[in-house]
């Protein structure tokens, strides 16, 4: 078997269009590596389980005997103290946890002061 003679010219080409198909692929064409793209789970592992506590979080506040007093006191605190007001409350705190996720007590406390108006 005969070596070309230009090998060079075509090594050289195959590695320009490596490096240039990995530049197209990760630009423009969603390659993601491997650590970014455990990152991306865990935060929509993570806004999966906020989004699924939240409404058990706001039904536990609910259900308390004065929860109306609660939940105008609630609307009156900024925005970014609902949070802790809930989280504080305890209704925030799952079972089997320690601590209230500071997330769902965040997401909890806009659902309760910022109820979502009914259709027509």
Same mark, same amino acid.
């Given at each position: ?25 990760? %630009? *423009? ?10 990152? !991306?789970?865990?935060?929509? &592992?993570? $806004? /999966? ?29 900024? %925005? *970014? ?10 209704? !925030?705190?799952?079972?089997? &946890?320690? $601590? /209230? ?20």
């Amino acid at each position: 078997m005969e070596m070309p003679k230009n090998i060079s010219t075509i090594l050289w080409s195959a590695a320009g269009g490596a490096a240039l198909a990995m530049v197209v692929g990760f %630009s *423009w064409g969603g390659w993601v590596t491997g650590g970014s793209a455990r990152t !991306a789970q865990t935060s929509a &592992s993570h $806004d /999966a389980v906020v989004v699924a506590l939240a409404p058990i979080c706001a039904e536990r506040f609910r259900a308390q005997s004065d929860s109306a007093t609660k939940i105008a006191e609630l609307a009156k605190s900024s %925005s *970014w103290d609902r949070g802790n007001v809930v989280a504080k409350s305890g209704y !925030a705190t799952m079972p089997g &946890s320690k $601590d /209230a996720d500071s997330d769902v007590a965040r997401a909890c406390g806009e659902m309760l002061a910022n109820p979502p108006t009914p259709k027509t």
